[in-house]
């Protein structure tokens, strides 16, 4: 069953792009698990990605970005229902600022544009 989490107000702009990625972390019943996966959506404070293996909720995850090489810790926030195709989509909470980690530039939090 889903996480309410994510029903909660969203913070931030959220852009649909398809990136590839690697997910490295633990699967609901503990084992280590890594997979080459891909983002649903994004945005400036985690992502939704569509993942073969349903993570553990809460537990952090290590997503390389297989565009930049890039490498960032997340936590799972929600895990969303499986789909048709087998596939699972998760919720992901960054641990740290995300800057351009997505290669997508998000709008300041502060910004004095009406």
């Known amino acids: 069953m889903a996480d309410s989490a994510h029903t909660k107000k969203r913070r931030g ?3 649909f792009i398809r990136v590839p990625v690697e997910v490295r972390g633990i699967t609901e019943e503990g ?3 890594s997979e080459g996966a891909h983002t649903g959506v994004v ?6 990605i569509h993942c073969s293996h349903r ?3 809460h537990s952090q995850v290590e997503v390389i970005n297989r565009f930049s090489q890039r490498a960032m810790k997340f936590r799972v926030a929600w895990i969303g229902e499986q ?3 087998g ?3 998760i919720g ?3 641990v740290g600022p995300i800057d351009d980690f997505w290669g997508v530039r998000f709008p300041s939090k502060h910004s004095d544009t009406p």
């Open 92 to 94: 992901l909470e960054a």
């Open 31 to 33: 084992a280590p698990h």
């Open 13 to 15: 702009e959220r852009v």
């Open 43 to 48: 945005g400036q404070f985690g992502a939704m």
């Open 87 to 89: 596939f699972w989509d």
């Open 83 to 85: 789909g048709k195709d």
């Open 55 to 57: 993570l553990r909720l």
